[in-house]
């Protein structure tokens, strides 16, 4: 995702190549923003932290990782990395950008490194989940929730523990109260054999969107087709917080 709040251009979890590992794009891959202040890394698994796609932004750009996960950063193209653990926060302009807790289990290279979301602070409060299981401390991130990216489906044919199903991720809704959310991690690659989780990759956006509506139906789902952007406009000063 490209998040751009209050002038400032974030990018999460990039993966644009081709072919990762065993995975194959199937949708074009975006052209990356000309200026980017940030790039949030949730997790070192393969599938989210591509070292060769890290290296297509121009230098200039902060890296935001969790702690022990600098040694994946190709240090040619950014400065020190800021590692962050859960609770951590660190500005970027006037974006301040908190680390949350996931539950997902990461090992890379025999090291175990956590995983991380993220809440970003600024005119709108918008968090994004990275790959985690539901889990209750959900419910501290609620507060003046704005906007919550959710991943929702994966490249395999099932979703394993440390993920968000469709169910799962609009359960999360019920937890999180935001505004409006977006569903992610669907439909831009898949496994050997082009498999996806479901035949239909955007069965399991139509799969949240019913379930979302009957958990949370306060809640405004956007869904975006890979490479399509959208304004969403802020809380009007007479609209509450959640």
Known sequence: MVVELDGVVL?????????VLLLRRTAAAPELPAHVDAVLISHVHY?????PSLRLFRPGAAIVVPRGASTWVPRERFAPPVE????????VGPVVVEATPAVHAVRRRRRDIPALGYLLHGSQRVYFAGDTD???????????????????SGWGRHV??????????????????????VPIHWGTYAGPG???????????VREFAQSAAEVAPDV???????????????????EPPR
């Open 84 to 91: 962050l653990t859960e609770g951590d926060r660190t500005s």
């Open 134 to 152: 539901l889990f209750d401390g959900m419910r501290q991130l609620s507060a003046g929730l704005d906007g919550a990216l959710l991943p929702i």
């Open 47 to 51: 599938d989210h932290l591509d070292r």
């Open 220 to 238: 405004e789902i956007i869904t975006l087709e890979p490479g399509v952007a959208l304004r969403i406009p802020p809380r009007t000063p007479a």
């Open 194 to 204: 082009g498999r996806h989780m479901l035949a239909d990759p955007g069965r399991a």
């Open 160 to 181: 394993p523990a440390g993920h968000l199903t469709p169910e799962r991720a609009a359960r999360a809704l019920e937890l999180l109260r935001p505004r409006w959310a």
């Open 11 to 19: 990018v999460t979890d990039p993966v644009l190549r081709s072919r």
